[in-house]
């Protein structure tokens, strides 16, 4: 397998616009995660997801961030509308079955201007 | 929340040596992992250690989850072994629902040549 696979890998945009981000899971985990990592507050959780269906978004920062996995290969989170607060790095992150181990994408590095 | 601490902060060697990496957490945990971010930011597992001992090659680490910590050992560092090192630890709560990684804050390894 090809492992946790994330797009893009750098992201540059300006204050206001829409940012995606892109994930797919390793093929048959049933659990996916969304992670943040900044300088002031490390790696934090934002969503995970079971089977597709969100279990806890209550690391979301606000109304700005959703997420979706319209099915069990492919997953988005996206920012709307982005704000220089928002530049951090975002892993994806997926694991076979509950309190199994994670494995965690290259991350996509995003700098809001 | 659960806590995670891990000890010490920051730590320099000489190529060669060998250093224990400590991870301290405030309850009793179903998962614990520990990872190495690399100098290009990439979160590798190393070892997935709930409980009991595990070695990969230079690396081990063992988990008494009874007195609640967790060390890595390193033996005959490299420099292809700095980074930063990360103790996760997931806790199921109570509803038997929720399955989340906390993270610590790290340990910043230099390996000089």
């Known amino acids: 397998d090809a492992g946790v696979i994330q797009s893009p890998r750098h992201e540059v945009t300006e204050m206001g616009q829409e940012v995606t981000l892109r994930c797919k899971p390793i093929?048959?985990?049933?659990?996916l995660f969304w992670y943040r990592q900044t300088m002031m507050r490390g790696l934090e959780l934002l969503i995970y997801f079971n089977n597709n269906v969100p279990i806890d978004d209550s690391g979301m920062p606000e109304d700005r961030f959703s997420a979706k996995m319209p099915n069990a290969s492919f997953s988005t989170l996206k920012i709307q509308p982005s704000e220089p607060r928002d530049s951090a790095v975002y892993f994806c992150?997926?694991?076979?079955?509950?309190?199994?181990?994670?494995?965690f994408g290259p991350g996509t590095r995003l700098t809001v201007t | 929340g659960i806590q995670v601490e891990q000890s010490p902060p920051d730590l320099i060697l000489q190529e060669g040596a060998n250093s224990t990496l400590r991870c301290n957490f405030s309850d009793s945990v179903n998962n614990l992992q520990w990872f190495h971010q690399n100098p290009w930011g990439q979160l590798i597992n190393l070892f997935y250690?709930?409980?009991g001992t595990k070695q990969n090659g230079r690396l081990s680490a063992t988990t008494v989850a009874t007195e609640r910590y967790s060390l890595l050992y390193i033996s005959s560092s490299q420099t292809t072994d700095s980074g930063v090192y990360f103790c996760?630890?997931?806790?199921?709560?109570?509803?038997?629902?929720?399955?989340?990684?906390?993270f610590g804050k790290g340990t910043l390894l230099t390996v000089n040549p």
């Open positions: 996760a630890v997931g806790k199921e709560n109570s509803g038997g629902s929720n399955y989340k990684l906390t």
């Open positions: 992150a997926s694991s076979l079955r509950w309190g199994h181990e994670q494995y």
């Open positions: 093929s048959g985990h049933d659990y």
């Open positions: 250690i709930p409980s």
